[in-house]
């Protein structure tokens, strides 16, 4: 089993920074990524950025967030980052922490976080 634990969430302006974190407690394997999902009021869960934990850290990010928001890990600390600049009011949802086999996709991993609200006022 694999534990998640998001943190980092908050209300800010439109234009500021906010940096998410998730810690993964329990048994984790190499040949897992971990990422990110947000989910705003009346809206799908919609992908935002995945990471492997193997070799470089090949990410992905969504087209709807890039330039703005990055990826990282330290599997030092089982712990994977989601840098957000330039937050906007569209990017307020609870983002949640997801950790699954690198070769499925991130819609199907069978390990979440509870969630972190991320507001934006504008």
């Known amino acids: 089993q694999v534990q998640l634990v998001e943190s980092g969430g908050g209300l800010v302006q439109a234009g500021a920074s906010l940096r998410l974190s998730c810690a993964a407690s ?15 009021p009346g809206k799908e869960r919609e992908f935002v950025a995945r990471i492997s934990l193997s070799g470089g850290g090949v990410a992905s990010t969504a087209d ?20 957000m600049n330039s937050l906007k009011p569209e990017d307020t949802a609870i983002y949640y922490c997801g ?16 969630g972190t609200q991320v507001t934006v006022s504008s």
Do not use: C, E, H
């Open 99 to 114: 950790a699954g086999r690198s070769n499925t996709g991130a819609a199907m991993w069978p390990y979440w976080g509870q």
């Open 64 to 83: 709807s967030v890039k330039g703005r928001f990055t990826i990282s890990r330290d599997n030092a600390k089982n712990t994977v980052y989601l840098q």
């Open 26 to 40: 329990g048994r984790t394997f190499s040949d897992y990524s971990m990422g990110w999902f947000r989910q705003a």
